[in-house]
Each structure stands twice: as C-alpha cells, then as structure tokens.
C-alpha cells in the first residue's frame, strides 16, 4: 500500500481590516485635491491617529484599507462581504455637534455582521468634567456603544472623563488606552530636551483653535510670543485654515477670526510663519527641527512628542485634558495661564519622565487590548513597521501648506491648473447629465431637481474669484 501523498500547506488568507480614516498613509494627494476632497475630515489632526493605527495593525497577515472616512450605511452588505474587521478611530464624538455622524454610524454598525472595534473614543465637555451637557446626545452615545459592543469583547476610550461617563451610563466592557497616535512608534518614545532654556534663536511651534484664539486667550499668548521670538511659527490645522493659506479663502465662520495666525490679515501670515500639514510624516519630519511645541491642539503637540521634540498642551476642555493626564504629557489649564506667559517658562518646568517612563506599560495595555478584540499588531506579530516607514520614505508627498502672499506665475499655474481640470470634468458631467435629461424627458419621467449650472458654480466659482482676487492683493 503507497504512503498517503502529503498535503499541500493551505496559503492563510490575509485578514482584511477596513480602516475609518480620511485617506490612506499611502495616498499621495495634491494640495488643491486634498482640500476639495477633505481629506483630514476638517482636521489634519485625525490624519496623526488614523495613520499611527493603520500602521500598527498592518502585519504580513494583514492588509488594511481606509474607508475614506464616508459613512455609507448602504455599503453594509459589501463590507460584510469584502472585510473581516472594521476598525473605528475616533477622538472626540460624544458631543453634541457630532451627533449627526455618530447615527449614521451607528446604522452603519448595526448591519455589519463582521466584528466592529472602536480606539480611542473620547467625549467631550469643559474642563470640569461635568457631563452635564451631553445630557441631550445619551440615547444616540447609547446607542452607538451597544452595538460597538455587541461587535467587540470591549471599546477602548480615551482618558478618564469618558471611562467614568460611559461605566456612569451602564456599560462595564470600557478599557482605558488612551489614544493610538503615541504609539505609532511602538513601546519607543524619547522626548528630550536638545537645550538648557528657550532663547530669541530658539525655534518653537505653536498650535491652537479658532476658539482658543478666540475665547480662550490664546490670541494674546501668541502676540507676545511672536514678538519674543522671530523664529515662532504656528501650525494650523482645520480645513479653514488650510484654505485660507492656500486660496485666501474667508467664507467660512473661521474667516471673521481675524486675531488666528491663518488669516491673511494676521502679521504672522504675512511673515510666512504659518503652515498646515496634509500628511503626519511630513509634519513630523518638520516639527524634528524645533526646540519646543506649545498649544492648544492636543494632536498637533502630539506631532511634536512623536517627533522627540518636547511639547506642553494648554488644555481647553476634557478631550485634551483627559488625554494630557492618561499619558502624563506637561500641560497647563488655559483658564489658568498667566497673563504674561513665555513658552520659555514651559519648557523650563516641562517634564518627561512620566511620559517616557510609562510609555511601554501603556503600549503594552493597548497591545493587550488589540488582542482582546481579535486584532494583530505590527510591534508583535510583525517587522514592527519597518515595511510600512520603507514604503512611506518611497513616496513623494506635497510639502506644507504657507500663506499665499505672492502671485507668481508658478503659483498661480499650479491653482489655475487644478481649476482647469475641475472645468473639464465638470464639462464632461455636463454632458452625461443632457443625455440623461434628454432620455428621461423623452420617457416623460421628472425633470432632475439639481442645477448643473449652480453645481459648478460651487465647484469652481468660488476659488476662480478667491485666486483671482489674491492676484490683484
């Protein structure tokens, strides 16, 4: 009797782990494009969390895909079919203004049958911690979590505001990691101070809302610190602040802030010392230059830690401060700052240790988590990112955005080209929609309610007159 032949070894079908983000680490998208399609979903910030996460959980039995941050609740029955895990990112939704958005993804949630796992979740009041206010979003917070967690052994929150709020509604499956952007590097993380104290050569960064300019105080913390320091630049990181570096765009509510660094008017827009990064690896990779970050963004410090550049958040309300406390990042309350401060006391009292020191045991509690819930992490099931830096540093991303103070003709055909090629398509668009004005009137069905005329006007219209109106500034 001849042996049984071995059997063939079965290959292992990578695990397909679609990624709510804005775009793809990989995605190298022009400026013009990235702003028309928002790909930093109205913050760049969300850009740090969603590529530290997509980098973590690519392994060689892993391939992740962003969703493009859509929430498609008709996309279910592919999702379904195509994913083994959708992945959920998210910072600060429980608040009233992202109500809407948590619905749809609820909906969404409620008709995938693949596991649903949400990091880094964080609700948002004032610094008090008093939830007070989101007394009116609890069915919709209710809601969104049981079916997360009828998807996942657990959710993983942010800090310790939302840990207590969400166990406070009822629900014991909460786990504390904090948030994954500072552990795009793994269990490593080095934060040192490269100079004994701030001095008019230092170079310092400095990040904050229209809100904090504009309510906080922070206008008059940037004042002062631009006059100390020639080098100070402030990163900016909305979608208005984008477009109004790039296309001297003030339609927005943001526009009237005429005290924010990104409007035209401010002194620091027209010394060209302000930016606003599409990509993280190139707003970390600027941010290795700097002595010191400070600001009201927690991401945009975040960059700079990331970095290895020291950075002190002035926290604004629970988000940030939950999130400074969890990670033992320096930070002040921004209702508490001195009317005189200097970034140079900061960095001076600024310290590290507990940051540094505790980072394994955190990385080590999210790992576990990760695991928890069925998913592989690149630190232990893999190169530990190595494949996804050396495919990073392949690529050719655009480099920040700076205020449009000139009007060259390299500048300008770079924006008219872009505004070009919106026309041809939206040309073609034409086209497509007579032939089906023509069919559809011929069967005598409805005319479609849309204007194709005023569809371009807001497509098109708005930056032809913005850039038109910059050449003549």
């Known amino acids: 009797m001849s042996p049984t032949a071995p059997t063939a070894p079965t290959a292992r079908r990578a695990q397909r782990i679609l990624l709510r983000s804005g775009k793809s680490p990989y995605d190298v998208v022009p400026v013009e494009e990235a702003l028309h399609r928002d790909v930093i979903a109205t913050n760049s910030g969300n850009l740090i969390f969603s590529d530290a996460t997509h980098k973590i959980l690519e392994t060689p039995h892993t391939e992740v895909v962003s969703n493009g941050i859509r929430t498609d609740v008709s996309a279910a029955g592919r999702i379904n079919e195509e994913y083994d895990a959708f992945v959920v990112p998210l910072a600060n939704a429980f608040r009233p203004s992202f109500e809407a958005q948590l619905k749809r993804l609820t909906r969404l949630i409620s008709r995938l049958r693949i596991p649903v796992v949400v990091v880094g979740v964080g609700a948002q009041t004032g610094l008090s911690y008093n939830a007070a206010r989101l007394k009116a979003i609890e069915p ?11 998807r996942s052994a657990s959710i993983g929150v942010r800090g310790e505001f939302t840990e207590t709020y969400l166990k406070d509604l009822g629900f014991r499956d909460v786990e504390l990691i904090g948030c994954p952007s500072l552990f795009m590097y793994g269990k490593e993380l080095a934060v040192t101070k490269r100079e004994p104290a701030l001095t008019p050569g230092s170079r310092i960064a400095v990040n904050g809302s229209h809100s904090a300019v504009r309510s906080q105080g922070l206008d008059r913390v940037v004042t002062r610190a631009h006059a100390r320091y020639p080098h100070l630049r402030f990163i900016g990181q909305n979608l208005s602040d984008a477009r109004q570096l790039h296309w001297r765009d003030l339609s927005e509510p943001n526009g009237r802030v005429t005290a924010m660094p990104t409007h035209p008017d401010h ?5 060209d010392k302000v930016r606003v990064y599409i990509d993280p690896v190139t707003w970390i990779d600027d941010l290795r230059t700097f002595d010191f970050s400070f600001g009201s963004r927690i991401h945009g410090n975040i960059a700079a830690l990331l970095a290895g550049t020291p950075a002190t958040v002035l926290c604004g309300d629970s988000r940030t401060l939950e999130l400074c406390r969890y990670f033992d990042i320096p930070h002040r309350r921004i209702d508490r700052l001195p009317e005189d401060l200097d970034p140079a006391s900061l960095y001076e009292e600024a310290d590290f240790g507990a940051l540094t020191g505790g980072h394994q045991e955190r990385f080590e509690r999210f790992t576990a988590f990760l695991d928890r819930n069925g998913l592989q992490n690149t630190f232990t099931h893999g190169d530990g990112g190595a494949a996804f830096e050396k495919r990073l ?8 955005i700076r205020p449009w103070n000139d009007a060259d003709l390299a500048s300008l055909t770079t924006r008219f080209g872009w505004l070009q090629s919106r026309i041809t398509e939206l040309d ?9 004005l023509t069919r559809t009137t011929k069967a005598g069905s409805a005319l479609p309610a849309a204007s194709v ?21």
């Open 453 to 473: 005329y005023r569809r371009a006007r807001r497509a098109v219209g708005g930056p032809i007159r913005r850039a038109l109106q910059s050449g003549r500034q």
């Open 267 to 271: 002194p620091m827009y027209r010394e």
């Open 393 to 400: 540093r392949s690529l050719s991303f655009p480099p920040s």
């Open 140 to 150: 919709s917070v209710r809601a969104f979590v049981s079916a997360v967690l009828d």
């Open 428 to 436: 073609a668009d034409n086209d497509r929609l007579k032939r089906e």
